[in-house]
């Protein structure tokens, strides 16, 4: 999918495009930003387990018995070894139930990050497949988990029971700010800056700077992932900038708000061929 803009004609100026800046900025960013709605997700469990899942059943088991190692005490040792109250085992049962539904989810969605990461999705009805399959698949574990409907031809599902605590999902969520910190970095090192008569690329930490002339410069939008493009708050894009003496293009890969960028872009090109700069 592509949407090709050439440098608008000359236009009339008005009040609005006096106060367009005289350059513009296009960042180049890793993809760590589209991994977000995993990260919320992870936060979101982080929260949920702590309160509903086993482990603050687990935490007041351990505060009560003497000489047990937190990091040793798994929940089917508390079931078969320490003394629990009836009341205790419903409520770890239920959190630990818990527990399982949120791993299972948290997999499922970070299997789709993963694969949108791996794989550009250039067709949109095969990203829409994919989310049906995961989705279905998950439903149909997570009702036999309650109910036991397919462990008569599917027995090895009750032996799937992964788990998982707080601290594990709240480490995801950081290791990924860190991440974001980290792109953010590369990003204020690695742009395009378009002044009035020529685009000058930088990359790298020593900033080494390409310039180009933009007279009769063209600049294509390219949508390579439909997920990146539709994904709220990243709708991320390709810029390919081509000149008329250059062999080879400027491409930008994994531009956020492609489309906001595209359009300042069109204003401030519009308003430098009315000022007659550029030409």
């Given at each position: 999918m592509s949407n090709t803009d050439e440098v608008p004609q000359p236009v009339t100026a008005t009040a609005s495009d006096k106060k367009l800046p005289d350059r513009l900025f296009i960042r180049i960013w890793p993809k760590t930003p589209v991994l977000y709605p995993m990260a919320i997700l992870a936060l979101l469990f982080a929260i949920v387990s702590h309160f509903l899942g086993a482990t603050p059943v687990i935490n007041d088991l351990i505060s009560e018995k003497e000489g047990v190692s937190a990091a040793k005490v798994q929940v089917e040792d508390i079931r078969s070894q320490l003394d629990i109250p009836d009341e205790q085992k419903k409520k770890l049962a239920q959190g630990y139930r818990i527990d399982r539904v949120l791993a299972l989810i948290f997999l499922a969605v970070l299997t789709f990050s993963l694969f949108v990461i791996a794989v550009d999705f250039e067709v949109r009805w095969a990203l829409i497949v994919l989310a049906c399959i995961l989705i279905a698949a998950l439903v149909v574990y997570i009702v036999d988990m309650n109910t036991g409907f397919l462990a008569g031809f599917l027995p090895f599902l009750d032996r799937i029971a992964p788990v998982a605590n707080p601290q594990f999902y709240l480490a995801i969520f950081v290791v990924w700010l860190l991440l974001l910190g980290v792109s953010?970095?590369?990003a204020r090192?690695?742009?395009?800056?378009?002044?009035?008569?020529?685009l000058i690329?930088?990359?790298?930490?020593?900033?080494?700077?390409?310039?180009?002339?933009?007279?009769?410069?063209?600049?294509?939008k390219e949508i390579t992932d439909v997920l990146e493009y539709w994904l709220p708050f990243v709708r991320a894009g390709r810029l390919v900038f081509s000149f008329p003496n250059e062999d080879k293009p400027v491409i930008l890969?994994?531009?956020?708000?492609?489309?906001?960028?595209?359009?300042?872009?069109?204003r401030i090109s519009s308003r430098w061929n009315v000022g007659g700069e550029g030409s």
């Open positions: 953010a970095l590369v090192f690695n742009y395009v800056r378009i002044e009035s008569n020529e690329a930088v990359g790298g930490v020593m900033e080494d700077h390409k310039r180009y002339s933009t007279f009769r410069m063209h600049y294509t890969d994994n531009v956020l708000n492609v489309d906001k960028v595209l359009k300042e872009l069109d």
